[in-house]
């Protein structure tokens, strides 16, 4: 799963004149989301992903499904660390120099996000994003948009993630408390 910046929802129009979505649109619910790569932690549901160029070996930014507060996304987090890649903590990669002090955990954002397959099967177009599913950022107001809470991995870049800032950007967003 990659993301973007904000996305439009392609749609057509179906012989009875309503609206469709180009591409299928996923809303996970607790009984599909770890078939999709979520895990579950403590209720919270939660996935590591790689910025837009999909490079990095380790999740730069974590997704936990629904509003939650920061603390505990850092749990579900290293949850997810833990049971994914075998680490201990969440604040190194592998091979770094463990004396290299990271001075601030990155504060979770609330936001929304909708998560797509290309294309809608209905509509299949043989371009390259075939068969494919992604994440992008949204209004609350978009259809199929439901509320997520972004981390950034502690140890990645702070522009490793094309994380919703509150301070500034195009995608709605608030810090978690």
């Keep these: 799963m990659t993301t973007t910046d904000l996305y439009e929802i392609a749609t057509s129009e179906g012989d009875d004149g309503t609206l469709h979505p180009v591409e299928q649109i ?3 619910c607790a009984d599909d989301a770890a ?20 490079d990095h070996l380790y999740p730069v930014a974590f997704l936990v499904l629904g ?9 579900a987090a290293a949850a997810y ?7 201990r903590n969440l604040h190194l990669y592998p091979g770094d120099d463990p004396s290299v002090l990271i001075p601030l955990i990155p504060r979770a954002v609330h ?5 797509l397959r290309h294309p809608h099967p209905d509509h299949g177009c ?22 997520i809470t972004v981390l950034r991995h502690p140890a990645s870049q702070a522009t490793a993630a094309a994380i919703p800032s509150p301070d500034h950007g195009s995608v709605p967003a608030t810090w978690a408390h």
Excluded: K
Aim: aromatic content about 14%; hydrophobic content about 35%; some cysteine.
């Design 26 to 28: 996923w809303t996970p």
């Design 35 to 54: 078939d999709s790569g979520f895990i579950a932690h403590r209720g919270l549901h939660v996935t590591g992903i790689d910025n837009p160029t999909d």
């Design 67 to 75: 509003h939650q507060r920061w603390t505990d996304v850092i749990e």
């Design 81 to 87: 660390m833990a049971r994914i890649h075998g680490w």
């Design 111 to 115: 936001t929304y996000g909708v998560f």
């Design 126 to 147: 043989g371009c390259e994003w075939d068969d494919t599913w992604r994440m992008v950022w949204s209004p609350d107001t978009e259809i199929g948009a439901i509320p």
